[in-house]
Every structure is written in structure tokens, then in C-alpha cells.
T-cell receptor
């Protein structure tokens, strides 16, 4: 149980294009989904938190107009990297917490590796 | 000073050894403590989560929390080559008045268990 999927698993794009990454909770409803970015040999850095049906909350220093987050349902959140540039190349990971759960467990997706040429 | 400090290693041990991984933290508001395992180019996998001070055991893994010292540990007994991965500690505290907790991660410790 508590499986989270991401699509695509990797993507290569040209500078200036936009890329959409999907995050789905497969066997549970997720009240909240989180988006992280991880650079090589570094820890996960939270970018934003999204709740179904409401606007995402972005962490300090994360451009909300560049990283568009939509949480359309209790099982799907999307991250769109707009006008991507080489410095946006990173490993993007989503996680989800179970609706109604007492603890703060987050279940992570397998990640999406973005390379911007 | 980072909220969560974790020695990045790398840590190399022989198969069968007992591994001790540790994190310290400075934020007294942290309520939940977790350990994640992350294989290369994969998402983190939850290993253990604890709420109160004390020990929690699950198979070969034991998580220990000492809130008075702001120190948490993960012990791996009878370590196996398949345990080779990066181990991340994570902690959460109430976030901006909402019901969910934001996770703050340690840097991660790279562990290699060699046959």
C-alpha cells in the first residue's frame, strides 16, 4: 500500500521549453502532496506543498511563476517547470501524505530526472 | 546552523556489522522523526517513524529518539550489501498552523556494506 508514482521518470528538454511532471497516489487519497528538488549528493529541498483544490504554498526562494503546481484531485498533482533553463536540471521528487492519517508520514514517488540542454 | 545535522559519511562497513547512523537537531518543535532509505536515482523509502523518546524496533532496524538531547539514531543489525544506500533522517513540526507537518531532512549518510 501507499504507492506513489511519477511520470515521466526522466526527461530531456531544450532550454526555454516547459515540462510537466505528474505525481499520483495509486492506492490512497492524498490530502497533501509535496514537491522536492534534489541536487547530486545533496538532501531533499522542499519546493512547495499543495492541497487538493487550493493554491500551493511555496517555500522561500522558489519562484511560483516558474514552478506551477496544480493539485486537481486527491490522487494527482502536477509540477510544470516553465521556460526551463540548464540550472533547473535536477531530480524532482513528489511525496504524499494520507488523508486523515495521524502521523506526518510522507510516501515518496520514484523521482523525475530533468535535464535541460 | 542547520536545523538538522547529519554526517554525510561515507560510511563503509563489512557485511554483518552493526551500523549506527545519527542525526542531531535544534528545533524543539519537531514531533515526528523518520528514517528514509534512498537508493541511487530513486525516491526515498520510509524505513521507520517514531513519535516519542525511546526505541522502536522493526526487524534488523532500531530507531532511537532522545528528545532531551535532540538526538536520533538508526541502528542496522547484521548489515547486508543490499543495505548499501543513502540514509536520510527527517523530522516534522506543525507547519504554518495547518494540520500537516513539513519534513526537514538531514543531508543523508552514504552507507556501503561490502561482502
Amino acid at each position: 500500500g501507499a504507492v506513489v508514482s511519477q511520470h515521466p521518470s526522466w526527461v530531456i528538454c531544450k532550454s526555454g521549453t516547459s515540462v510537466k511532471i505528474e505525481c499520483r497516489s495509486l492506492d490512497f487519497q492524498a490530502t497533501t502532496m509535496f514537491w522536492y528538488r534534489q541536487f547530486p549528493k545533496q538532501s531533499l529541498m522542499l519546493m512547495a506543498t499543495s492541497n487538493e483544490g487550493s493554491k500551493a504554498t511555496y517555500e522561500q526562494g522558489v519562484e511560483k511563476d516558474k514552478f506551477l503546481i496544480n493539485h486537481a484531485s486527491l490522487t494527482l498533482s502536477t509540477l510544470t517547470v516553465t521556460s526551463a533553463h540548464p540550472e533547473d536540471s535536477s531530480f524532482y521528487i513528489c511525496s504524499a501524505s494520507i488523508a486523515g492519517a495521524v502521523s506526518d508520514e510522507q510516501f515518496f514517488g520514484p523521482g523525475t530526472r530533468l535535464t535541460v540542454l | 546552523q542547520k536545523e538538522v545535522e547529519q554526517d554525510p559519511g561515507p560510511l563503509s562497513v563489512p557485511e554483518g556489522a552493526i551500523v549506527s547512523l545519527n542525526c542531531t537537531y535544534s528545533n524543539s518543535a519537531f514531533q515526528y522523526f523518520m528514517w528514509y532509505r534512498q537508493y541511487s536515482r530513486k525516491g526515498p523509502e520510509l524505513l521507520m517513524y517514531t513519535y516519542s523518546s525511546g526505541n522502536k524496533e522493526d526487524g534488523r532496524f532500531t530507531a532511537q529518539v532522545d528528545k532531551s538531547s535532540k538526538y536520533i539514531s538508526l541502528f542496522i543489525r547484521d548489515s547486508q550489501p543490499s543495505d548499501s544506500a543513502t540514509y536520510l533522517c527527517a523530522m516534522s513540526a506543525p507547519h504554518r498552523g495547518t494540520s500537516y507537518g513539513k519534513l526537514t531532512f538531514g543531508q543523508g549518510t552514504i552507507l556501503t556494506v561490502h561482502p
